[in-house]
């Protein structure tokens, strides 16, 4: 028994005793609480290993060769610390609601921590769309819509999701066909990296198969022209559903990408036509998509498209494939994860208090509601990228990392770059934009809001420490990542 | 004790149920009821234990591999399920019959159970047909069984023409066959389709209605136009039967065929491998593309039967797959394992809203969730399985002939069944929804606890817990039909 098996089973058996009948709130809490120290724990065991750490392995079936196998390595490990992270927060802030909040939170929680830190394929992919079910669940009936809106938000959501997992299934299908070797298929990623290492497929393939899953993982994470699903999902969806989903969930389309594409098809992302349209479309993610957020005039609005936007700058990362740019990757994933959360769990208080989010009723709030603004004002710098937040850390590193390889004249990687500089400036324009609309100046509605009670504000307060911390010493998380990747 | 006898038994105590209900009214139906699913659960019991002797007479007909020994207990476990599910719905049923009571509805499965179990043992086209035609006789009374219900009787008659003219192309392209190879046997089937002597487009032509005749019997497109209205009308514990019962029939007597015609050196392979793949994407298609304007929670099952059994086509189009330990027929035989909880699970919903004065439609859904937890999460299950959901046994059979598929490179049928099974999460989410939605404003009377006896629940609770094992932990089914090189031998 592995340590990760318990990290992955409590946030599902809370859900289950929740849904028994235990009281929601402490048996949560308490379950979420347990899985921090624990991954806390597991981290600090990890530290100065390389490679996967805290293995195990159930068989579940010989031919095809499946099992139930648990591993970490530095990347699976900053993303559990991810997950658990805004689960706590997601789950404390809940106030007033029926239980199946709670319920619905655990399994987006325990789905996504059993994505992370298996490393069997098969179980990687089923455990991402248990999580999907209650996101769909959530939307479709506590969303913040008209019933019948909400539920054609669901459905959007539930197809382009359903649809971006079964082209990931057909890719995931392809590279398990190739790579298992000899007469047994295998779902195990170990042995398949293996494979990849000892026979590299020619390039034209790792570049088809490659292609596939870059649009199945790639709709997952909203990747230009694949996104529309995202903005209306959050928008509409339950505080701690968005909080879960474009925090951590959404972070599984690009461990997938780092995990299992990157490994088994190293020179996938540099067949030119391949890396040509992954350019492209990260274009969109970070120019067109920073516009249409520059136009938003709802607060929920800009932060859904900069969460689609700042997806981005990871995938430029993967487009560049350099060591320094994957590991920015990483901490870029790490960063908005935490203050997307942040962001999107302020913004449910909002939504509660004022009833409205519209940036034309909204004003002076920072007068009746210090702390809130402060805290909002961690999100709000974070995502800008300022310095002294992970995040400024994170896109420093895929900047300079995929800038790397200039030698005197401009290839189409390095054009993006100059491009995607320019993503900063629009982040900075509509999130600064949005914080004196909402905090300064004064309401013509007359609308205020007043700050969370004190152990209201423990989860923003702990997600907002996590960005410090982590974006004034990097190395906490780099060091994880000793290999490269 | 043979299962050849075990066989013998169960038609035996299914004739005389029937005698004891023509002769006796004064028994109550219910103890007959109850003394079937005895009998049926004693025969599973013992089937495991059963020695393989068989007298000599029966020797040239029939034969005992593991395809066949699964099938038998399949048809077992499927008859014990229907029994059960007839002796819930009795109370609403019986309002549609003509006498109030439910006569034949306990023999007639058991003799059904008793052909589907000869037919997994068929050796040549005579005993198919025979096994076939008892299966297919006892389900036009079954259909129409509701006598007073405009549906069912409606459903009687479309089964009835229809089945008779499958019939009809069955026969005659058994006699094609015949008269291409020279014999009924399998063996000399097979042995005389690698024969460059024999006729080419005459076994074509016979091998070609064989599959029409049976693509009836399992709701393959384009002969699957009746399923809808049928599974719609007919009484729900039969609709279960038929859609997976009949359907199950129909495949262990298809992979038997298309073992020989699609076998190596067979001179109509490739022309049956592509009808196959054919029929397979358009069944697949066809199943899910309408399913998605269902509104009748039992339409809505047939057109999720009609498009389970593409895959099962699909399936059974990859013939030698050489890199798995299941054979083609394995890899059906586990999928039809998987499909039976979670579809007895789905109908058993609908069967529940009837018993508690609700409809079949997907509003009378609306607002479970809050009435009934426990019903709310067993129905989640079996849907969430049906659609293929990973972590339940719906989508590691799915995964199989997926795998299939992209392993002989037969990408065009992949897309199909690909597209199919997106459609499903659309459709199959329907239910779920409407389930877990509204509720709150309804009448008093409509938040009422749903009634929902604890002996059902202990049932339903059991399938719902298959689902979930098989979903994680298929070892075991795996390992009881992976094929024994012996047993392919003795054929």
């Known amino acids: ?485 | 004790m043979s299962v050849f006898s075990l066989e013998v038994g169960i038609a035996l105590l299914g004739l005389v149920l029937l005698l004891i209900e023509a002769f006796q009214p004064s028994i109550s139906r219910r103890a007959l009821g109850l003394t079937a699913i005895v009998g049926v659960s004693l025969a599973l019991v013992l089937l495991p234990f059963c020695g393989t002797a068989l007298p000599g007479f029966m020797q040239p007909w029939h034969q005992l591999d593991t395809l066949a020994f699964f099938y038998k207990g399949f048809s077992l476990v499927i008859t014990l399920l229907v029994l059960w599910l007839t002796l819930f719905c009795a109370p609403y049923l019986t309002r549609f019959t003509l006498d109030g009571r439910l006569a034949e509805m306990f023999s007639l499965p058991l003799i059904v159970c008793a052909g589907m179990m000869w037919m997994a043992s068929a050796r040549d086209l005579v005993t198919v047909f025979v096994t076939l035609e008892l299966v297919t006789v006892s389900f036009y009374v079954l259909v129409a069984f509701a006598r007073k219900s405009a549906l069912s009787l409606e459903a009687g008659v479309k089964y009835l023409i229809l089945g008779a003219l499958s019939t009809g192309v069955l026969v005659f392209g058994i006699a094609w066959i015949y008269g291409a190879t020279g014999t009924m046997r399998f063996d000399g089937i097979a042995k005389a389709l690698t024969l460059t002597t024999t006729s080419h487009s005459a076994a074509l032509f016979g091998a070609a209605l064989l599959l029409a005749g049976l693509g009836f019997k399992v709701a393959a497109a384009p002969f699957h136009i009746w399923v809808p209205d049928v599974y719609q009308g007919a009484p729900t514990p039969v609709t279960t039967f038929l859609s997976i019962g009949s359907k199950a029939a129909g495949f262990v007597v298809l992979t038997r065929v298309l073992d020989i015609f699609l076998a190596e050196g067979s001179v109509i392979a490739t022309e049956i491998q592509a009808l196959l793949l054919f029929i397979g994407s358009l069944t697949a298609l066809l199943g899910s593309l309408p399913a998605i304007f269902q509104t009748n929670i039992k339409r809505l099952l047939a057109y999720s039967s009609i498009s389970h059994a593409g895959y099962l086509l699909l399936a059974l189009a990859c013939h030698s797959s050489a890199r798995f330990d299941l054979s083609s027929g394995g890899i059906v035989a586990f999928y039809l394992a998987t499909y039976l909880p979670m579809t007895v699970l789905g109908f058993f919903s609908t069967a529940l809203l009837r018993a508690n004065g609700l409809g079949e439609n997907l509003k009378d859904l609306t607002g479970l969730a809050k009435r009934n937890p426990l019903f709310a999460l067993l129905t989640t299950t079996a849907f969430a399985s049906l659609a293929g959901l990973p972590l339940t046994a719906g989508f590691l059979g799915k995964l199989f002939v997926f795998l299939g598929l992209a392993d002989h490179g037969y990408w065009g049928a992949l897309t199909c069944a690909v597209i199919a099974a997106a459609v499903g999460f659309y459709y199959y989410f329907k239910p779920i929804l409407a389930i877990y939605s509204g509720g709150d404003a309804d009448s008093p009377s409509a938040n009422a606890a749903l009634a929902f006896p604890a002996i059902h629940k202990a049932v339903a609770i059991v399938l719902a817990l298959i689902i979930l094992i098989l979903g994680v932990y298929p070892k075991p089914l795996q390992g009881m039909l992976k094929q024994e090189p012996a047993a392919k031998m003795a054929r």
Not at chain 1, 278 to 307: C, Y
Not at chain 1, 463 to 482: D, I, S, Y
Request: aromatic residues 10%; proline residues 5%.
């Open chain 1, 1 to 485: 028994m592995s340590v990760l098996e318990i990290i992955i089973a409590l946030p599902l058996l809370a859900a289950l005793a929740v849904w028994l009948g235990a009281p929601a709130r402490i048996t949560s809490l308490g379950a979420a609480f347990i899985n921090l120290i624990l991954v806390v724990t597991a981290i600090v065991r990890y530290a100065g290993k390389s490679g996967l750490a805290f293995t195990h392995s159930r068989p579940v079936l010989e031919n095809p060769a499946l099992s139930f196998a648990v591993g970490a390595d530095g990347i699976s490990l900053i993303l559990a610390l991810l997950t658990v992270l805004v689960m706590l927060a997601a789950l404390w802030q809940i106030e007033d609601r029926p239980d199946i909040f709670f319920i619905a939170s655990l399994l987006i929680g325990g789905g996504a921590l059993g994505a992370f830190l298996t490393t069997d394929v098969f179980f990687i992919y089923a455990f991402h769309e248990l999580a999907l079910i209650p996101t769909f669940l959530m939307i479709a009936l506590h969303g913040r819509a008209e019933p019948a809106q909400r539920r054609a938000v669901a459905w959007k959501t539930t197809l382009y999701l359903g649809l971006g997992s079964l082209v990931l299934l057909a890719g995931l299908v392809w590279a398990v066909l190739e790579f298992s070797g000899g007469s047994k298929l295998t779902f195990d990623l170990e042995a398949l990296r293996n494979q990849a290492r000892l026979t590299p497929l020619p390039l034209e393939k790792q570049g088809q198969i490659f292609f596939i899953l870059l649009i199945g993982f790639g709709t997952l994470v909203s990747l230009f022209p694949f996104h529309s699903w995202a903005a209306p999902a959050y928008a509409t969806a339950p505080t701690p559903v968005a909080m879960l989903h474009s925090g951590v969930l959404k972070k599984f389309g690009l461990y997938g990408l780092l995990r299992i594409a990157l490994p088994l098809l190293p020179q996938g992302a540099q067949v030119p036509w391949v890396q040509n349209a992954l350019l492209l479309m990260l274009l969109g993610n970070i120019l067109i998509m920073g516009l249409v957020t520059i136009h938003a005039n709802r607060l929920d609005e800009t932060l859904a498209n900069s969460s689609v936007m700042h997806m981005g700058y990871i995938f430029l990362a993967l487009a560049a494939g350099t060591d320094a740019a994957l590991k920015g990757a990483v901490l870029l994933m790490f960063a908005h994860g935490v203050s997307i959360a942040l962001l999107f769990g302020l913004c449910g208080r909002m939504r509660n208090q004022l009833g409205t989010l519209e940036y034309s009723k909204l004003g002076g709030l920072a007068e009746h509601a210090p702390s809130f603004t402060v805290l909002f004002a961690f999100g709000v710098f974070a995502s800008i990228g300022m310095p002294g937040l992970t995040n400024f850390a994170g896109e420093l590193m895929i900047f300079a990392g995929s800038f790397a390889g200039f030698k005197g004249t401009l290839s189409n990687l390095h054009w993006t770059v100059i491009l995607s500089l320019w993503g900063v400036v629009m982040s900075a324009v509509y999130m600064l934009r949005a914080y004196r609309n909402i905090f300064h100046g004064s309401a013509n509605t007359g609308l205020f809001m007043i700050d969370p009670a004190p152990t209201q504000r423990v989860p923003f307060i702990l997600l907002a420490a996590t960005l410090l911390v982590t974006g004034c010493c990097p190395w906490l998380l780099l060091n994880l990542m000793k290999t490269a990747l």
